[in-house]
């Protein structure tokens, strides 16, 4: 059973680029979860969705990010207009059902604004 | 606010010696879960151990044990003949009962010396 794939690895964008992040959870994960890691810090909650819906976005700053998780295909974090302060890397995590403690993680995408 | 602290940014320890992380936490939730991740240089997140609230009992995987100390809000790591590969670094993780994310503390840098 393949573990949860983040892709790209490593994402470099310039200033005012779109910046799209793939996570596929694992087979028979229906709940994924993104956090974001800043350089020498604890990854911070950003959103939890399930297929077709979010369930809580209260991690998500109000503009420029978005994320969804389509009934096909894997989750998709958007950030728009990226900024030199969106550096960080970006963890994807999926559960077979909303329990915190069933949480994979996946490998992660570094992310860099220049 | 719900917060975790880990005031140890970094710690060392001797291989086959024995090494204690802490972390404390403030929630006035009485029902909730704690983990610890360990995060190598590759940065995949690795669920160590876990403890559920309610559970009197200290959690324990292998070499890896927990002092849970539920009124103090206190839950260390203690690593017992510690080895190489346990070089890392150690985030401590709280999630109340009833949501669904996980809250990081700022991490532990565990460097092993033979």
């Known amino acids: 059973n393949a573990g949860v794939m983040q892709n790209p690895r490593h994402l470099v964008r310039r200033r005012g680029q779109e910046a799209r992040l793939r996570c596929s959870p694992m087979?028979?994960?229906?709940?994924v979860y993104w956090y974001r890691q800043l350089p020498e810090e604890g990854l911070k909650f950003m959103v939890y969705?399930?297929?077709?819906?979010?369930?809580?976005e209260s991690g998500m700053p109000k503009e420029r990010f978005s994320a969804e998780f389509p009934k096909e295909g894997p989750s998709i974090l958007r950030i728009q207009q990226v900024v030199r302060g969106d550096s960080a890397a970006y963890f994807c995590?999926?559960?077979?059902?909303?329990?915190?403690?069933?949480?994979?993680f996946g490998p992660g995408t570094r992310l860099t604004v220049t | 606010a719900q917060t975790v602290t880990q005031s140890q940014p970094e710690m060392s320890v001797q291989e086959a010696e024995t090494v204690t992380l802490s972390c404390t936490y403030d929630?006035?939730?009485?029902?909730?879960?704690l983990f610890w991740y360990k995060q190598p240089p590759s940065r995949q997140m690795i669920l160590v151990i876990r403890?559920?609230?309610?559970?009197?009992q200290n959690a324990t995987e292998n070499r890896f044990s927990v002092n849970f100390q539920k009124a103090a809000k206190s839950f260390s790591l203690k690593i017992s003949d510690s080895q190489l590969g346990d070089a890392a670094m150690y985030f401590c993780?709280?999630?109340?009962?009833?949501?669904?994310?996980?809250?990081f503390g700022t991490g532990t840098r565990l460097q092993v010396f033979p």
């Open positions: 403890q559920e609230a309610y559970k009197q």
């Open positions: 969705l399930q297929k077709e819906n979010i369930i809580d």
């Open positions: 993780a709280y999630s109340p009962h009833n949501t669904d994310k996980l809250i």
């Open positions: 929630t006035s939730e009485s029902d909730y879960y």
């Open positions: 087979k028979g994960h229906s709940h």
């Open positions: 995590a999926s559960s077979p059902r909303g329990i915190p403690y069933e949480q994979y």
